[in-house]
């Protein structure tokens, strides 16, 4: 005699009642999907949207805080304009007439839970598409992290092609060698994508048909162990999944010229180094603001060398996507900046709005405003 289903989602509610002595990361990697899916994923509500689908997908995940944003419809036109079909996965839900413009933009629009971060919402795009993999010649994966495409002389997608890849990104972590930011005069330059923890960030992602159509593909989204922890969801997000596309043969890299950045920052004049050293974005890491501090009062004094050993040091600590947002954009053209040092603290914040000032671009004059916007909204939740 088969169990009601009513006992079986009884029974499950009991077990997590209970297991509050449990490590959560235990927890999650053996029911955070099934908890998803038996009760949330009935709270997911699918519209078809105005445009048609095509062979080449995006899925493009919002967290709407403050409605619909200029830059959410620029990132929509830029895939269109790219030829992709887009499914827009928002985190929570629109007013009316923000989700008619949303229907106006994309091929399918997707509201669900906020539960698991980017990666729950990915998956709810991805297990949406499930049973057209065989179709797809290409899936890319956006989110509003950041504000993208904010510079118009270059094109990802079209740096994305050119990599020529089963599986590419914007940027990757853990590629440099990290060290203590007291020692970074002994910073000695390697990329290397060998790192246990070395992974492509989940803010811009793309996947070839060899990945899309890979039968472990689809099985990692569907037991995908979903969190409300933003470290395991990173741990088994963006690491998991990069280290999956490795283990299984993928060919991969990045738009973001990682391997050469001690070169194409020993090309530029050394006014211009010590202006990316002081605008370097650094978060959370009281002893590498020490060290900047430093760093920026004496490196007059200082060799080229070792105001370059500075800046890879901090992007190494940081990361490549927030540390060197001015040298990215500024002199490499890289299409994408992070809104999160908007409202984690004001020197970041005076950074970010100064990055954008320098831009002549109608992209950056709309991050201007949100960027204000985010930091009064953080501001006085704090």
Known sequence: ????????????????????????????????????DIFLANKVATTDGRLPK???????LIFPADGLLASHERCLRYLNKKGLATTVVSNLPLEPNDKARVLELCSTYIERPNFGYDFGGYRDGVLSLQRETAEIDQLVLLNDSCWFPIVETTDWLDDIDDLNVDFGAAVSNYGLRRVDPEGFLNFEFSYSTDHPNFHYCSYALSFGPRVIQHPGFLRYWQSFPLSNSKKRTVRRGEIGLTQWAIRNGMTHGCTFDIANMDKNLASLPEERLREIASMLLIMDDRRMRQVQARVVSTMEKMPEKDVIAFILTSAARKGVSYATADFNISDQGFPFLKKSPVWLEEDTYNKTLQILRALDAASAKEALQEAEKLQTRHFQKA
């Open 54 to 60: 095509k062979r080449r997908r995006a899925i493009y």
């Open 1 to 36: 005699m088969a169990i009601p289903l009513w006992k079986v989602k009884r029974e499950i509610v009991r077990m997590f009642q209970r297991a509050r002595a449990f490590p959560e990361g235990i927890l999650t990697s053996l029911f955070g999907a099934r908890y998803y």
